[in-house]
């Protein structure tokens, strides 16, 4: 998303607090937990992403959970070739909104280009880009096309949403969901199939009705699994898929008051 364009694109979604946490709380349930990282079950998992040439069910999907943010990674992988990752992460639910404690927002300040250089699939290659549109779908994307050096046929997309009204700094947003999809080796995206990929991607509890299994997810403390950090971090295969920097850590605690006390995680 274009920086300059940032603020005058918030919006809420009524139903985002059922995305990436279930913030109901109940007696048996933590109020203070450290962040580690976990598999997901494939029909637990918040993202997905039906793009031409995908497999049905994610290769790897992961989820990360602290005090002030929920995030999930999920990669696609299918014949020829074809690949999508997706990452999205959550200003944490946990005080009932902002009016209640919940002072949490996430700070990101790349634009859609510069989300691609994030994937393990962009490093060491320059990609060429062509030219950037919006597309509004369940929620509005910024979508780019691109081409791997290898002439591979991709599109990037990035998206924030619920625009947290009470951040006396910068009104920052609650959400903030980035990937690409690549199309099968010998396979050029039009600009139509680029934006029917990014309509394929689905979050459950926003742009579709979250399963019972995902209304349930839990806040609490996720046991660590350094061998899955690892494969998100380093790629699966090598190279080839992951994004260095997971988790994302994009949380910043504000002040109630104007130019409120800050904490940067």
């Known amino acids: 998303m274009h920086k300059k364009s940032r603020n005058k694109l918030g919006f809420v979604v009524a139903a985002a607090g059922v995305a990436l946490a279930a913030c109901t709380m109940n007696p048996k349930e933590q109020w203070n937990i450290s962040g580690a990282v976990a598999p997901v079950a494939d029909d637990a998992g918040v993202l997905s992403i039906r793009a031409e040439g995908l497999s049905g069910n994610a290769t790897v999907r992961a989820r990360y959970l602290d005090n002030d943010q929920d995030e999930e990674y999920v990669l696609y992988r299918g014949a020829n070739g074809a690949q999508a990752e997706v990452i999205m992460a959550e200003a944490s639910n946990y005080g009932f909104g902002a009016q209640q404690g919940d002072r949490r927002v996430l700070d990101f300040d790349k634009i859609t280009k510069e989300t691609v250089g994030m994937w ?12 950037a549109f919006e597309h509004k779908a369940a929620v509005r994307f910024y979508v780019l096309p691109f081409t791997l050096a290898a002439g591979q046929s991709c599109v990037a997309f990035h998206s924030e949403f619920n625009n947290d009204v009470w951040d006396p700094e910068r009104h920052n947003f609650d959400n903030q969901l980035f990937g690409y999809y690549c199309a099968p080796n010998g396979k050029a995206l039009s600009q139509t199939e680029m934006t029917q990929a990014v309509d394929s991607v689905q979050i459950a509890g926003i742009t579709k009705k979250a399963g019972q299994g995902k209304q349930l997810k839990a806040f609490g403390q996720l046991n660590n699994d350094p061998a899955l950090v690892a494969m998100v971090v380093d790629g699966s295969p090598k190279g080839e898929t992951g994004i260095e ?14 130019g409120g006390s800050n904490e940067t995680k």
């Open 120 to 131: 393990n699939i962009a490093r060491g290659s320059k990609p060429a880009f062509g030219e």
């Open 245 to 258: 920097r997971f988790p994302l850590n994009l949380v910043r605690i504000y002040g109630m008051t104007d």
